[in-house]
């Protein structure tokens, strides 16, 4: 059973950054992609970043094109969301997914599902 563990999340002005990890813990195979969502009060969770965790494409949400960076550092197993220019829109909980999935961009795409970070972006 593969468990994600996600970490980094908190409090920041507007124009900040903040770096959000994602841990797995169990069986991840090659073939899978690794997708960041978030979720904002009365609103659906909805697509961030993906990229497959053999490495390759990265895909994002247009509303964070040039922001927000994915990436995976292998020698640490961790997924990483780097988020430059916070806006308070941005304000959410973030969860880390995992699935070996065609459909990056869709949440029930994936199998598995981290607890969430909150990230808080003041004006």
């Known amino acids: 059973q593969l468990q994600l563990v996600e970490s980094g999340g908190g409090l920041v002005q507007a124009g900040g950054s903040l770096r959000l990890s994602c841990a797995p813990s169990?069986?991840?195979?090659?073939?899978?992609?690794m997708g960041w969502f978030r979720q904002a009060p009365g609103r659906e969770r909805e697509f961030v970043a993906a990229?497959?965790?053999?490495?390759?494409?990265?895909y994002y949400a247009d509303s964070v094109k040039g922001r927000f960076t994915i990436y995976i550092d292998n020698a640490r197993n961790t997924i990483y969301l780097q988020m430059n220019s916070l806006k308070p829109e941005d304000t959410a909980v973030y969860y880390c997914?995992?699935?070996?999935?065609?459909?990056?961009?869709?949440?029930?795409?994936?199998?598995?599902w981290g607890q969430g970070t909150q990230v808080t972006v003041s004006s």
């Open positions: 169990g069986a991840i195979f090659a073939n899978y992609h």
């Open positions: 990229t497959r965790w053999s490495g390759g494409s990265t």
């Open positions: 997914a995992a699935g070996a999935i065609a459909k990056v961009t869709t949440p029930t795409s994936y199998n598995y």
